[in-house]
């Protein structure tokens, strides 16, 4: 493009620095040394400005637009708006890191894709009406584990627990169902109750050294 060319296609675009007086959702008010010009936001402005910056502005045929902030001399928060589907592809690492509070939503729903995913911290709480865990396989390693919840079901092929003591504390009823149940304590084996009943259809067997009733 030749000198000549370039000069016409800019012919009429005019630029201009101002501050923001006004903001709002159909755009900003900017006080200019031309006077006050209602613009709108470019495309490519992502920042939305806010009353006290200084702002680039380019005006032709009637039209005004704010194609970036200049300077901000406020402590107010930046803030980007986006109008359409973003997506954000890059081709090495990635960081998004805030000394503060960083917090990640989504309207619909959001979504953590990766080949292996970590999440790590002092605290770490999830809140939820439904939670669901699907994995091949799961391992659990605390040193403290608190579970409190009004029901818990739990289904399972194969579910083992070993543990060097296990206390288990039922305030009303414990309903068991098994097919076979086989009790084995190395040393004592010891049941206590108000009122102990044992009930069989066909056989009660008592095997041991020596029995002692009463």
């Keep these: 493009m030749n000198i000549t ?3 016409r296609v800019t012919e009429g675009i005019i630029q201009a620095i101002g501050e923001v007086e006004k903001q709002g959702d159909a755009g900003v008010v ?6 006050i010009v209602k613009a709108r936001l470019a495309f490519s402005c992502l920042v939305q400005p806010t009353c006290g910056d200084i702002v680039l502005l380019s005006c032709r045929d009637g039209e005004s637009y704010v194609l970036s902030i200049l300077e901000r001399r406020s402590d107010a928060p930046v803030s980007m ?6 997506h954000i592809q890059v081709a090495g690492d990635a960081t998004i890191e805030a000394s ?13 894709r990766a080949g292996s995913v970590e999440i790590s911290g002092e605290s770490v709480e ?22 409190t919840a009004r029901m818990i079901r739990q289904v399972a092929d194969t579910l083992a627990v070993r543990a060097r003591s296990h206390t288990r504390q039922v305030e009303d009823l414990e309903l068991v169902r098994v097919g076979h149940m086989d009790l084995r304590a190395e040393q ?4 206590n109750a108000e009122h102990a009943m044992i009930k069989s259809r066909e056989l009660v067997k008592l095997d041991g050294k020596q029995i002692q009733v009463g």
């Design 188 to 191: 004592i084996l010891h049941m």
């Design 100 to 112: 503060g509070e960083a917090v990640v939503g989504g309207g619909r729903a959001a979504a953590l």
């Design 81 to 86: 708006r986006i109008d359409k589907p973003l």
């Design 30 to 35: 900017v006080s200019t040394p031309h006077g």
């Design 5 to 7: 060319e370039n000069a």
């Design 126 to 147: 999830i809140n939820g009406e439904r939670l669901s865990l699907a994995g091949r396989a799961a391992n659990w390693v605390a040193d403290s584990l608190d579970v």
